[in-house]
Nanobody, 125 residues
Framework: VQLVESGGGLVQPGGSLRLACVASGPSLEYYSIGWFRQAPGKEREGVSCISWNDGGTLHADSVKGRFTIARNNAKDTVYLQMNSLNSGDTAVYYC???????????????????WGQGTQVTVSS
């Protein structure tokens, strides 16, 4: 599975961005997908994850109510809609795929079998 992220960029505080993660290779049908981020000097953290089987989602407390994750298996694409962005959201965002993994462990432990190269999100005025 190869993953390619897109949609990052520079946005003002309070603005929105939508990230996309497109997969090539085997179908994502049996993979849980997660979005992770890493800011300079900080560890990689799980932002939002979506389950492979029931579509259940998990979000970090810092993004609840602001970020939404959704998947389109027909297009092998997962989206991260980010609203009300603030400077604390500035980071490189990565998507990852984990085969039949539960979202709690995937997001909580930053687990993934395959990773994208990342896309930069900068929130600044």
């Amino acid at each position: 599975v190869q993953l390619v992220e897109s949609g990052g960029g520079l946005v003002q505080p309070g603005g929105s961005l939508r990230l996309a993660c497109v997969a090539s290779g085997p179908s994502l049908e049996y993979y849980s997908i997660g979005w992770f981020r890493q800011a300079p000097g900080k560890e990689r953290e799980g932002v939002s994850c979506i389950s492979w089987n029931d579509g259940g989602t998990l979000h970090a407390d810092s993004v609840k109510g602001r970020f939404t994750i959704a998947r389109n298996n027909a297009k092998d694409t997962v989206y991260l809609q980010m609203n009300s962005l603030n400077s604390g959201d500035t980071a490189v965002y990565y998507c990852a795929a984990a085969f039949m993994r539960d979202v709690q462990s995937m997001c909580g432990q930053a687990l993934g079998d395959y990773w994208g190269q990342g896309t930069q999100v900068t929130v600044s005025s």
